[in-house]
């Protein structure tokens, strides 16, 4: 019982480590933006001064400022549906998944993470449907781990193609990399954290380090 307690507890601060990294991602990208609008803001007052002063206004300097402000507010709406969709994900923690959509939307969901690391991933899309059933979270959270370490625990791994395995008896998601060190590969997804989210979501890892690449694997539900 006390390992199970342990191990429950560790899975637990993995998940909240990873809901607050996200988290606090999106929420700086929006307060840039916001930041962005209010010195918009800040400059639209001034144009309006100088023109109470009689200076004449520019149009061309008026609609620059008009599109950025409008573009920021897109840009911050997109942020927080990405957020709020993220959100909910708990409401219904087992579930059918499209792995195609999943790695898309964690992808944009940790764009700016990934981004600041030099990385980029190109996601090559099934011939047919990869579905799983299982925790979704859970699956978040593991997702996160394998493209934390491809970007972060690896300096050299720069290009990341993900493709996937769409057996219905072992669906599957790989991940090939231009390059990579044996350590990262060798030390890829084997802490107790780590392998408490395996057991979880039904997920085996498939490791070929001769090649750079690495696959997680169902071969039936959770």
Same mark, same amino acid.
């Given at each position: @019982?006390?390992?199970?307690?342990l191990?429950?507890?560790?899975?637990?601060?993995?998940?909240?480590?990873?809901? +607050?990294? @996200?988290?606090?991602?999106?929420?700086?990208?929006?307060?840039?933006?916001?930041?962005?609008?209010?010195? %918009?803001?800040?400059?639209?007052?001034d144009? =309006?001064?100088?023109?109470?002063?009689?200076?004449a206004? %520019?149009? $061309? *300097?008026?609609?620059?400022?008009?599109?950025?402000?409008?573009?920021?507010?897109?840009?911050?709406?997109?942020?927080?549906? *990405?957020?709020? *969709?993220?959100?909910? &994900? /708990?409401?219904?923690?087992? *579930?059918?998944?499209?792995?195609?959509?999943?790695?898309?939307?964690?992808?944009?969901?940790?764009?700016?993470? &990934? $981004?600041?690391?030099?990385?980029?991933?190109? &996601? !090559? %899309?099934?011939?047919?449907?990869?579905? &799983?059933?299982?925790?979704?979270?859970?699956?978040?959270?593991?997702?996160?781990?394998?493209?934390?370490?491809?970007?972060?625990?690896?300096?050299?791994?720069?290009?990341?193609? !993900?493709?996937? $395995?769409?057996?219905?008896?072992?669906? +599957?998601?790989?991940?090939?990399?231009?390059?990579?060190?044996?350590?990262?590969?060798?030390?890829?997804?084997?802490?107790? $954290?780590?392998?408490?989210?395996?057991?979880?979501t039904?997920?085996? !890892?498939?490791?070929e380090?001769?090649?750079?690449?690495? +696959?997680?694997?169902?071969?039936? /539900? =959770?």
């Amino acid at each position: @019982m006390k390992n199970k307690i342990l191990t429950d507890d560790a899975l637990l601060n993995e998940c909240l480590q990873f809901f +607050g990294k @996200m988290s606090a991602s999106a929420t700086h990208e929006i307060k840039n933006d916001l930041s962005i609008i209010n010195e %918009s803001a800040g400059l639209l007052q001034d144009l =309006i001064l100088m023109s109470e002063n009689g200076h004449a206004l %520019s149009n $061309e *300097r008026l609609i620059d400022i008009s599109k950025k402000i409008e573009s920021r507010v897109r840009k911050a709406d997109r942020i927080l549906k *990405r957020l709020n *969709r993220f959100s909910h &994900v /708990p409401d219904e923690p087992v *579930r059918q998944v499209d792995l195609e959509s999943l790695i898309r939307f964690m992808l944009d969901l940790t764009s700016r993470l &990934v $981004e600041m690391q030099g990385a980029r991933f190109n &996601v !090559v %899309s099934p011939r047919s449907p990869a579905q &799983v059933t299982t925790h979704l979270f859970f699956l978040q959270t593991l997702i996160w781990r394998s493209i934390e370490a491809i970007c972060l625990k690896s300096s050299s791994t720069r290009q990341v193609t !993900v493709s996937f $395995e769409t057996d219905s008896s072992a669906p +599957g998601i790989w991940f090939s990399m231009d390059r990579t060190d044996k350590k990262t590969m060798e030390m890829l997804l084997e802490s107790r $954290e780590e392998k408490a989210l395996l057991a979880q979501t039904g997920v085996a !890892v498939k490791k070929e380090i001769e090649t750079n690449r690495f +696959g997680l694997s169902w071969s039936g /539900p =959770i």
